[in-house]
């Protein structure tokens, strides 16, 4: 592909959910898009019909996990559109348990995807930002990063050193014009949320997750995006360093 003079964004974790929404909220701003994950087949069906819309777009195969993935996926959007302008950081993995059912193997895992490759890919795009002027980070965190959560130690710690991640980054980077914001999402209708559930019992337990909601529902994966598309344009200019809930109230008391 000739390189593009297009902003590019780089997308992580899009084969589904919150990161399919994104990669399409994005495309409506007119980005050109790397998107990024592991199930290769869904990642280019997105791919395909954000095309067919008129996206410049290129799916790249890649489990964050692995420390070389960073460099490649740097190298795969400069390759394909000259530069990088966005990355979001939105691929993550889901764990339940409390500190005593959690064994050092499922900590490690998900401290490993949940932060590690955050901080591995964001450390890897800098120099690409740094040349275009500045840029946009964006992580997604989760309200468990900012309150206490029951049942989901792993995940919650890991979400809470996201925020901190994002924080500190934003201090260290502002200067130089890249904003590092961070997006923390509540109970939201993806795949990962009543895993294994289908049809009425899926409905029912996604209402009952939205009873104990101020706003009386759970979240989209649209609502999330719209928020991390308004935090990489223009009108968030001023902003770095924020963590937004988006969360229907649930971490407003």
Known sequence: MTPSAKTCAIITGTTSGIGA????????????????????????????????????VVFHAADLSDSAAPEAVIKAAIAAFGRVDILINNAGLLSHGRAEDT??????????????????????VLPALRAQGGGAIVNIASDWALVGAKGAVAYAVSKAAVAQLTRCMAQDHAHEGIRINAVCPGD????????????????????????????????TPEDIARVTA????????????ALIPVDGGATAD
């Open 103 to 124: 064994t050092d193997a499922v900590w490690n895992r998900i401290m490993d995807v949940n932060l590690g490759a955050v901080f591995r890919l964001s450390r890897a």
């Open 188 to 219: 939201t209708d993806t795949p990962m949320l009543a895993a294994g559930l289908t049809g009425r019992a899926r409905a029912e337990a996604l209402a009952r997750y939205g009873a104990n909601i101020p706003m009386g529902r759970v979240g």
């Open 230 to 241: 308004f935090l990489t344009s223009d009108a968030a200019e001023y902003m770095t360093g």
């Open 21 to 56: 929404a994104i990669a399409r909220a994005l495309a409506a701003q007119g980005h050109a898009l790397l998107l990024v994950g592991r199930r290769e087949d869904a990642g280019r069906e997105l791919a395909d019909a954000l095309r067919a819309e008129g996206t410049e």
